[in-house]
């Protein structure tokens, strides 16, 4: 069934922090979009065999066109501006465009984290008002799957507010610090990461089918946890602004 966008996308974008256009991407493009990505597999995984991303995808001799052609798909350009703005732009195969893949070992997560909160800001200008949670025009990004993928997990609602009390407590790494649980099996480095995946309060698994795309708020509540047998190929990007270039200039973050 092709992508039809509808007014619960923005309803869900601003009180969830997320929406999802299910199946946006056409059959035709994941096809492509799969071989090129096999080939950026294959070369991250040279470096580290535990990979979880090769970014940008520019950098990586691979096929290119898939990615542009993600990047000029006219049903996501359009449901994009109608969330945001026609001015939020995304697909830089040169800057932030890249790819999330599964380790090739051994089981991984990240912390529970919340961008440029917690993560990313390096001098005190990055600190964010009330107003700053609110601006659209900043902290977005898109996840878009190339094969099923239940890898992350987000808080609902958390993308506007302070974090709470419990969602502190949570926060902590986990007992035993990806990214490879040293001195634990497979099974039981997968379980831990789970355990603390789960401790989260309020904590969703955001499940996406082969060409569904999530447009989210970076500023909420995420994770990511992957395992070696779970296949991913998930285009990962900033939906950007000037403004907010601007900004990551201001602050000094990675370009």
Wanted: with cysteine; charged share 25%.
């Amino acid at each position: 069934m092709a992508f039809k966008f509808s007014d619960e996308h923005i309803s869900q974008f601003y009180s969830l922090g997320y929406t999802v256009f299910g199946g946006v991407i056409p059959s035709a493009l994941i096809t492509d979009l799969r071989n090129a990505c096999e080939r950026g597999r294959q070369l991250a995984r040279r470096k580290d065999a535990n990979a979880q991303r090769f970014q940008p995808v520019a950098n990586y001799d691979i096929d290119q066109k898939p990615f542009e052609d993600f990047r000029d798909l006219p049903p996501l350009r359009d449901a994009i501006a109608r969330v945001l703005s026609p001015r939020h732009t995304y697909g830089n195969t040169k800057t932030w465009l890249g790819v999330l893949v599964e380790p090739g070992e051994r089981p991984w997560c990240t912390n529970w984290h919340r961008d440029w909160i917690h993560h990313q800001v390096s001098n005190k200008e990055a600190t964010l008002s009330a107003a700053d949670l609110r601006n659209v025009d900043f902290f977005n990004q898109l996840n878009g799957a190339l094969y099923e993928d239940s890898s992350t997990w987000v808080v609902p609602g958390s993308h506007n507010r302070a974090d709470l009390p419990g969602e502190i407590a949570a926060f902590q790494p986990p007992p035993v610090p990806p990214p490879n649980f040293e001195g634990t099996t497979v099974e039981e480095a997968e379980q831990i990461a789970l355990e603390y995946c789960r401790r989260m309060p309020g904590a969703v698994q955001l499940h996406l089918n082969a060409g569904d795309l999530a447009l989210y708020r970076n500023l909420m509540w995420h994770i990511g946890n992957y395992a070696p047998y779970r296949k991913r190929a998930t285009l990962h990007d900033i939906v950007d602004t000037p403004e907010y270039d601007v900004w990551r200039k201001k602050i000094g973050a990675p370009k």
